[in-house]
């Protein structure tokens, strides 16, 4: 079975606790499990992780470009917090990688505070889902199979 790859970055391992009325209730075990189940709907594993380091998360990234040549991985998934506005190094990643990934944020990043308007992973999307709460990771992990079966 093909997977898809979920990655999560700085401060997600704090959903649930950080800033509730930004982010909601859930934890990332939630999320995880929304995953998981968004994952059995279209028929791929879910291979869901966090780091709060940037070097850790590149080397993942350059880890599902392989698997994504050979054929095991369908694309990845990635929520990567505030390095979203800062981090010209995952964009690098994801281009270099050559996998395709859909960028996703809880939040509506783009009705908040202006230093998060500028994405520099958007660039590198195939796909972007914004503001729909930790249901965006559904919505990315579908979209992600349907592109796929579309191409
Ligand atoms: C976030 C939005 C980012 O601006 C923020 O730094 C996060 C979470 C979101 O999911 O809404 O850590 O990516």
């Known amino acids: 079975m093909t997977s898809i790859l979920v990655l999560n970055g700085p401060n997600l391992n704090l959903l649930g606790v950080r800033e ?6 859930a934890t990332l075990d939630d999320v995880r499990e929304l995953c998981e189940a968004a994952g059995r709907r279209v028929g791929h594993a879910i291979d869901f992780r966090q780091s709060n380091h940037e070097g850790v998360l590149i080397d ?6 392989t698997a994504h040549r050979a054929g095991s991985l369908l694309g990845l998934v990635f929520n990567a917090g505030a390095y979203t506005h800062t981090s010209l190094a995952l964009h690098d990643a994801v281009k270099g990688a050559g996998v395709p990934m859909i960028e996703v944020h809880i939040s509506n990043v783009h009705a908040r505070e202006p230093f998060r308007h500028h994405s520099y992973l958007s660039p590198a999307a195939a796909g972007i889902v914004v503001g729909f709460g930790i249901d ?3 919505l990315a992990i579908e979209g992600l199979a349907r592109r796929a079966a579309a191409t």
């Open 60 to 65: 993942w990234i350059h880890e599902a470009g």
């Open 20 to 25: 509730p009325a930004v982010y909601g209730a």
């Open 136 to 138: 965006g990771y559904a």
